[in-house]
């Protein structure tokens, strides 16, 4: 099975920067992504890792260590739009059809950045 | 990037209809779609898998009965709830990943919200 762990709630101040961790257990491992929601809205694609290491896109990194199950997103010059729930995910291949995957979601970390 | 638009986005009901939900790829083709449920304040619980051609795939928990799957082309999948109660009333979100990427990438619809009066 799957079990997937973050913070429920964080805050930050605008400008600053802020790391969001994410600890997963998988029975396999096919990467994990970073999903950004907004209130009331569908989840958008942040990032995919499947190496180790950093990956930088703009304002927004993130860091995978598949040894220690863990990952982290890094938010660099926070906005007041970066305010969402950031959720952990990772896939599990279903054999239900060749190449598919489904993702399994973490419950999400609440952001909350503040003037 | 890839498009999935997902209709109604908001649907209110009475209690005991029928809602039928659709989930589009607009620019792929996808033989697999995926179903989620979110409560306020809770994370994505993915119900079911929908597999193009052939029956879905539900989660532990999820009522096939209820919650009517149908995919029947390689664009288009469809979740009926049926009998709607107010307890059924949640946001809906479909996803469907591109048959031919290698990655696991899912694309969202904007999600249906359904009220269940």
């Known amino acids: 099975g799957q079990n997937i762990d973050q913070p429920t709630e964080m805050t930050a101040t605008e400008g600053a920067i802020v790391q969001i961790n994410c600890t997963y257990q998988t029975s396999g491992f096919n990467g994990l992504f970073w999903y950004q929601q907004h209130a009331g809205e569908a989840p958008t694609f942040l990032s995919y890792n499947v190496l180790d290491g950093l990956e930088e896109k703009g304002r927004f990194s993130s860091f995978l260590s598949r040894s220690k199950g863990y990952s982290y997103l890094l938010l660099k010059e926070l906005q007041m739009k970066d305010s969402a729930s950031y959720l952990c995910?990772?896939?599990?291949?279903?054999?239900?059809?060749?190449?598919?995957?489904?993702?399994?979601f973490g419950k999400g970390t609440k952001l909350s950045v503040i003037p | 990037g890839a498009v999935v638009s997902q209709h109604p986005s908001w649907v209110i009901c009475k209690s005991g209809t029928s809602v039928k939900i659709e989930c589009r790829s607009l620019d792929f083709q996808a033989t697999t779609m995926f179903w989620y449920r979110q409560f306020p304040k809770q994370s994505l619980m993915l119900m079911a898998t929908?597999?193009?051609?052939?029956?879905?795939?539900?989660e532990q928990g999820v009522e096939k009965d209820k919650f009517l799957i149908n995919h029947a082309s390689l664009t288009l999948s469809t979740l009926t709830v049926t009998s709607a109660h107010p307890e059924d009333s949640s946001f809906y979100i479909c996803?469907?990943?591109?048959?031919?990427?290698?990655?696991?990438?899912?694309?969202f619809g904007e999600g249906s919200r359904l009220t269940v009066l």
């Open positions: 929908s597999n193009e051609g052939s029956k879905a795939t539900y």
């Open positions: 996803s469907a990943r591109d048959r031919r990427a290698n990655t696991g990438e899912l694309f």
């Open positions: 995910a990772v896939p599990v291949i279903a054999y239900s059809g060749a190449g598919s995957y489904q993702l399994t």
